[in-house]
């Protein structure tokens, strides 16, 4: 058996103390640098908590939705205004009790007569005509002589008449001793402005016209502005 000295095994021993103090202190130090990614993941909580704001745009664009909500409206607003123009456009016909009628002169060309008749704004106000004004040959006793007029194919347009302005129609037929046709003597021509059911009464003293046979048609044309062409 090898005799060792007390002072060399104490000497080992103090070694290999030393040497496992410094595993555990290598393995505390293990455990530190271990410890480290949890800090850091609890560090990303941070972004979460940025991510969780995130809705505040979602609200802005809720708030957007009644501005385009109020501009779409605009167009409604328009339009109310314009529907009101066009009442009051149509509010503001001439109405029989507000004209005054005439016929004017004849004014004959290529076996044709042509009389211009007359509607004159009479009222205070400012008024519109529009389209054809209606017509009808009348004897002493009221009693129609011959159809009614026929329509000559036109564009109407809206006449606007102050107070004392004139709109007129032409009313055209052949001259009855050329054509042939069969005559009558009117006493009257009764004429009804457009969109009216009363008429006004005009004496008529532009001779015999058509009422039936060969070339009878009597046309108007549409209204125009002034008193004849």
Request: glycine share 12%; aromatic share 4%; hydrophobic share 35%.
């Given at each position: ?88 456009a149509a509010g503001s016909r001439c109405h029989t009790s507000e004209l005054g009628a005439s ?127």
């Amino acid at each position: 058996m090898v005799y060792t000295p007390r002072s060399t095994r104490h000497g080992a021993l103090l070694v290999g103390t030393v040497a496992v103090l410094g595993l555990l202190t290598a393995c505390g130090n293990g455990k530190d640098v271990h410890s480290d990614p949890p800090v850091t993941a609890s560090g990303t909580a941070a972004p979460a908590t940025d991510a969780s704001k995130s809705p505040a745009p979602a609200t802005s664009a809720a708030a957007s939705t009644p501005t385009r909500s109020s501009a779409s409206s605009a167009p409604a607003a328009t339009a109310s205004p314009g529907g009101g123009k066009t009442t009051a456009a149509a509010g503001s016909r001439c109405h029989t009790s507000e004209l005054g009628a005439s016929v004017g002169r004849n004014d004959p060309g290529a076996g044709q007569e042509n009389f211009p008749l007359v509607l004159t704004n009479k009222s205070a106000r400012t008024c519109t005509l529009r389209g054809y004004p209606g017509a009808a040959f009348v004897d002493g006793s009221g009693t129609q002589l011959g159809p009614d007029p026929r329509r000559e194919p036109g564009s109407p347009v809206t006449v606007t008449l102050k107070p004392g302005q004139s709109a007129w129609a032409g009313l055209t037929f052949s001259n009855p001793e050329i054509s042939g046709a069969k005559t009558g003597a009117p006493a009257s021509l009764l004429l009804t402005p457009p969109d009216e059911l009363d008429h006004l009464t005009v004496a008529w003293s532009g001779g015999p016209v058509p009422v039936s046979g060969n070339s009878s048609s009597v046309s108007l044309s549409v209204l125009a502005p002034g008193t004849g062409p």
